[in-house]
């Protein structure tokens, strides 16, 4: 299931709210890919959309905290979050500073 941040980082996503509403209607294209935390671990993950689809990913809750329109640019946004995190409380842990970072969940 997938959930949403009340702020989503982006990174080379033209029209952030369409791609929202497609991930949230079930369509999933080869070219996106979130940031999301893993509700039951906690981590912080970067996962192809398509990814979504697997049996295994089924049962997982994901709060997506950014969109990015490729690997590279995933990496790149996780990067910026991590700067900002740094930036504004001091640690550069950003699952445990989410809140402060993405606000609630939408």
């Known amino acids: 299931m997938l959930r949403f941040s009340e702020k ?6 033209e029209d952030p709210k369409a791609e929202i509403g497609l ?13 999301c935390l893993e509700e039951k ?3 912080v993950t970067l996962i ?6 697997m049996n295994r990913n089924a049962d997982m809750d994901y709060t ?12 790149k946004l996780i990067r910026r979050m991590t700067a900002d995190c740094l930036a504004a409380t001091g640690s550069a842990s950003v699952k445990e500073h989410i809140p402060e970072l993405c606000g609630g969940v939408r």
């Open 8 to 13: 989503i980082y982006t990174y080379g996503i």
């Open 23 to 35: 991930l949230s209607a079930g369509k999933y294209s080869a070219h996106i890919y979130i940031v």
């Open 41 to 43: 671990t906690g981590f």
């Open 48 to 53: 192809n959309t398509v990814f979504l689809r």
């Open 64 to 75: 997506v905290i950014g969109l990015a329109s490729g690997y590279h640019f995933g990496l």
